[in-house]
């Protein structure tokens, strides 16, 4: 079993649909919570992060996490073709390593 | 301001050649990485350094030599390249490891023939 399971997809939603996103993990030690964001071609950009669980919102986008569930969430509301992209989690204990999902590729339909 | 920078973008070359990538990041961070992302674009560590110290070498062939000059610097250095070297490979930096936040560059394409 990989430490982080994330659905790739793809995923297609017409524009102005709420894109729902998550992932699940193994390690109850993480802390760190991260949403990356890649273009095709370009590096993961850092969208969010969250420290321990809770909840955090950032224009269109809102993160989850439950800890007892060992689940997170992204949530982009409004969706626009700009968002297409491949949506990556990763998280992190207080350590160096940061573990990736898969990533989930989604398409925004205009 | 590119606050993670890498050079080149793109690496063509043949197999057998030894090439280098730059790292450079202008956050003060203390802690520079070197990830692989394959065909699959799973990314997987190679490397970290703190403070030009190495603290991560994940199973990477020796062919593969990291050098941190100083702490905005993590360059890669890769003797002898094969096939199945070909992939994207990125820098990232992070404040510390407690605060493992990472930001990564734009990516080095490399392709070999």
């Known amino acids: 079993q990989k430490e982080v399971e994330q659905d790739p997809g793809p995923l297609s939603v017409p524009e102005g649909a709420i894109v729902s996103l998550n992932c699940t993990y193994s390690n109850s030690a993480f802390q760190y919570f991260m949403w990356y964001r890649q273009y095709s071609r370009k590096g993961p950009e850092l969208l969010m992060y969250?420290?321990?669980?809770g909840n955090k919102e950032d224009g269109r986008f809102t993160a989850q996490v439950d800890k007892s569930s060992k689940y997170i969430s992204l949530f982009i509301r409004d969706s626009q073709p700009s968002d297409s992209a491949t949506y990556l989690c990763?998280?992190?204990?207080?350590?160096?390593?940061?573990?990736f999902g898969a990533g989930t590729t989604v398409t925004v339909r205009a | 301001d590119t606050a993670v920078s890498q050079t080149p973008k793109y690496l063509v070359t043949q197999m057998g050649n030894d090439k280098s990538i730059k790292c450079e990041q202008n956050l003060g961070h203390d802690t520079m990485y070197w990830y692989k992302q394959d065909s699959k674009k799973f990314l997987k560590i190679m490397f970290s350094y703190n403070n030009k110290e190495l603290i991560i070498n994940e199973t990477v062939p020796n062919r593969f030599s990291p050098k941190s000059p100083d702490k905005a610097h993590l360059n890669l250095h890769i003797n002898s390249l094969e096939l199945g070297d070909s992939a994207v490979y990125f820098c990232?930096?992070?404040?510390?490891?407690?605060?493992?936040?990472?930001?990564f560059g734009a990516g080095t394409r490399l392709s070999v023939l």
């Open positions: 990763a998280m992190s204990v207080n350590d160096y390593k940061l573990s």
């Open positions: 969250t420290y321990s669980s």
């Open positions: 990232a930096s992070s404040l510390s490891p407690a605060k493992n936040i990472q930001y």
